[in-house]
């Protein structure tokens, strides 16, 4: 398969750079190196996220906040690493910075202390574009607290917002909108700061599905104009730990369940129990890799090294993403579900092969060309059915992470088209 040009010379530069640093890139299958455009799932792990878990686990293990030297490096590096997560974010405190087990975990944490605070046929606003992490904990609100919750529909069988039902939604009585920064299924980028504008002028606080655009662009939560945004690290080359920011004043107007000692200050407010200590002390190292990633002996502030490194991140997954998707597009036999032309995606692509279910497909591709990619409705089951009604199993995803190849494009496409023909 023919690369665009400069594919080739810009992102196999930066891929070179970091996957030495992942040992999962040496598993091999049918004697071929495994190539894995799972990410959109969950990204594989570098060797300084691992040892820096390592060390905290080996070294500084202990309870936060107690007189004694290990449980002093704890708070340090709990403390670091949340600093490290509020810059990732683009947030004003570190303690705006939540920890939890996923993004789904703390959304439902997040619903529930956010429900303590309607009324009776208060309005939520969700998309039916999203991940069900951010569709059910608005949902369950209908139930327990008498919510009433209003759904975005999408364009007739496009995976796209249909942004003027959107705007009929919103009324006096709306309380949040729920909405997700890209799809996790098909990659579409969301215009959120113009949505969090109109919900603004509702009254309406906002909150942001984040998970699957973290590892595909700067997040300011700010410019966003979200009241709360959440994502997984997992999904960013880090371990499973989901972060979550919270603007303050909300921490404080939250009613958050907690344990009767607990003391109400920081991210105390909202955390419960004992956190994952050396999964928070993995999620700041991964965004120490991330920042790192582009330039690893680059000078600057962590924000400015974060900014470009996902800048140079963002120009070399467009250039393998639509290596990807045009060579898809010249197979018989295969559909692809994407967005309209020229609308923004982040490089997620799904489709199905006439005549294979998307299980077999994936099945396939791994046992025989060692190319791993997911297959399903991904937690998106709405959205998914609703752009793909004819796939009775689901779709096949593939997406392009920071240690993908021009050739592993190349291979992926020459399986795909084994299969179409």
């Known amino acids: 398969m023919a690369n665009p040009q400069g594919v080739t010379t810009l992102h196999q530069t930066v891929a070179q750079r970091v996957r030495p640093a992942f040992p999962a890139l040496r598993r091999t299958i049918a004697g071929r190196p495994v190539a894995y455009f799972d990410g959109p799932g969950g990204t594989q792990v570098s060797e300084p996220v691992v040892a820096a878990m390592n060390d905290y686990l080996l070294h500084h293990n202990a309870n936060d906040g107690w007189a004694y030297a290990t449980s002093a490096e704890t708070d340090e590096a709990l403390a670091k690493a949340r600093a490290l997560a509020a810059s990732f974010v683009g947030a004003g405190s570190p303690d705006e910075i939540l920890f939890g087990n996923n ?22 606003v969700v998309t039916d574009l999203d991940h069900h992490a951010n569709i059910d904990p608005w949902l369950a609100l209908e139930r327990d607290y008498g919510a009433v919750v ?29 909405i997700g920064l890209s799809s996790n299924a098909f990659g579409t980028v969301n215009p959120v700061a113009m949505m969090a504008e109109s919900a603004r002028r509702a009254g309406a606080l906002v909150f942001v599905d984040a998970v699957h655009s973290a590892a595909h662009t700067a997040l300011d939560v700010r410019a966003l104009g979200a009241d709360m945004l959440a994502f997984s690290t997992y999904k960013v080359y880090g371990p499973h730990v989901g972060v979550a920011y919270v603007r303050d004043e ?50 600057g502030s962590l924000d400015a090294r974060l900014a470009a490194s996902l800048g140079a991140l963002a120009h070399d997954e467009e250039l393998l993403f639509r290596a990807l998707t045009a060579g898809l597009r010249a197979l018989p036999n295969v559909t692809l579900y994407e967005p309209p032309a020229g609308k923004p995606c982040h490089p997620t692509l799904a489709f199905s092969v006439h005549g294979r279910s998307a299980r077999d497909v994936a099945a396939h591709l791994s046992t025989t060309h ?16 609703t752009v793909a009604p004819d796939a009775a199993d689901g779709v096949v995803r593939a997406g392009i992470s920071i240690y993908t190849t021009s050739d592993e494009v190349g291979r992926l496409v020459d399986a795909v088209g084994t299969l179409a023909s």
Not at 115 to 124: H, P, S, W, Y
Not at 255 to 283: C, M, W, Y
Not at 373 to 384: C, E, I, K, L, N
């Open 150 to 178: 209003k759904r975005v529909p999408l364009l007739e069988r496009q995976p796209q917002l249909d942004i003027a039902a959107f705007e009929r939604l919103l009324g006096p009585r709306t309380r949040l909108v729920a």
């Open 250 to 299: 909300l921490l404080d107007r939250f009613d958050f369940p907690r344990v009767a000692p607990q003391t109400p200050i920081g991210p105390k407010r909202a955390e419960s129990g004992t956190l994952n200590h050396e999964g928070v002390v993995g999620t700041g190292a991964a965004v120490e890799f991330l920042a790192n990633a582009s330039a690893p002996s680059a000078a």
């Open 103 to 124: 993004m789904t975990t703390l959304t439902f944490a997040l619903s529930r202390a956010f429900g303590r605070t309607l009324r009776r046929g208060d309005e939520i």
């Open 370 to 385: 060692g190319i791993f990619v997911s297959h399903g409705d991904f937690y998106a089951a709405t959205a998914v059915r």
